[in-house]
T-cell receptor, first 109, second 113 residues
Framework: GESVGLHLPTLSVQEGDNSIINCAYSNSASDYFIWYKQESGKGPQFIIDIRSNMDKRQGQRVTVLLNKTVKHLSLQIAATQPGDSAVYFC????????FGTGTRLQVFP | DAGVIQSPRHEVTEMGQEVTLRCKPI?????LFWYRQTMMRGLELLIYFNNNVPIDDSGMPEDRFSAKMPNASFSTLKIQPSEPRDSAVYFC???????????FGPGTRLTVL
């Protein structure tokens, strides 16, 4: 029969705009969250992490926001560049890391 | 610094053959993880080791899959016999601690014909 793959949500943004990628997590006991970036043909690459005692953390051009009340995580990328095009995964950690299905970010000129 | 090293990068084999995937974690990391990534199921944890000891193998699909970590710098994932549905990209990752940030290797793309 025909196989059906995971339908990755896609976010298309213009170069220079800000991107916001969202993620809902499932376990209220999760105490550590990570965002990974995966480019085509490569393994997931660590971007930024946040612990549950924080609600915001900033890196270089990236910011992660954590809302524990609604179990929501977001990744904000400022001044999005073509090199940011990739699939982005959030991951939550309790006793092991559980990955979300990912969001594809497409950057067009 | 060298990251996580995996070999081979690509493997094409026929159904029924034995396949062995290899991983060298980052030096000094105490935890090692094997993942499988497919279009159907995304990224799945198969097994992880802490200080060379298997801690959780609940993600290993069936008895055809086995993993070993004979020392802190080497791990293998073996599939015997391989089946077409095992075709996927297999990633190895390592971290300083079990709940620490995981760093991934480049993956092995396995195709079973």
């Amino acid at each position: 029969g025909e196989s059906v793959g995971l339908h990755l949500p896609t976010l298309s943004v213009q170069e220079g705009d800000n991107s916001i990628i969202n993620c809902a997590y499932s376990n209220s006991a999760s105490d550590y969250f990570i965002w990974y970036k995966q480019e085509s043909g490569k393994g997931p690459q660590f971007i930024i992490d946040i612990r549950s005692n924080m609600d915001k953390r900033q890196g270089q051009r990236v910011t992660v926001l954590l809302n524990k009340t609604v179990k929501h995580l977001s990744l904000q990328i400022a001044a999005t560049q073509p090199g940011d095009s990739a699939v982005y995964f959030c991951a939550e950690n309790t006793d092991k890391l559980i990955f979300g299905t990912g969001t594809r970010l497409q950057v067009f000129p | 610094d060298a990251g996580v090293i995996q070999s081979p990068r690509h493997e094409v084999t026929e159904m029924g053959q034995e396949v062995t995937l290899r991983c060298k974690p980052i030096s000094g990391h105490n935890s090692l993880f094997w993942y499988r990534q497919t279009m159907m199921r995304g990224l799945e944890l198969l097994i992880y080791f802490n200080n060379n000891v298997p801690i959780d193998d609940s993600g290993m699909p069936e008895d055809r899959f086995s993993a070993k970590m004979p020392n802190a710098s080497f791990s293998t994932l073996k599939i015997q016999p391989s089946e077409p549905r095992d075709s996927a990209v297999y990633f190895c990752a390592s971290s300083l601690a079990r709940d620490g940030t995981q760093y991934f290797g480049p993956g092995t793309r396995l195709t079973v014909l």
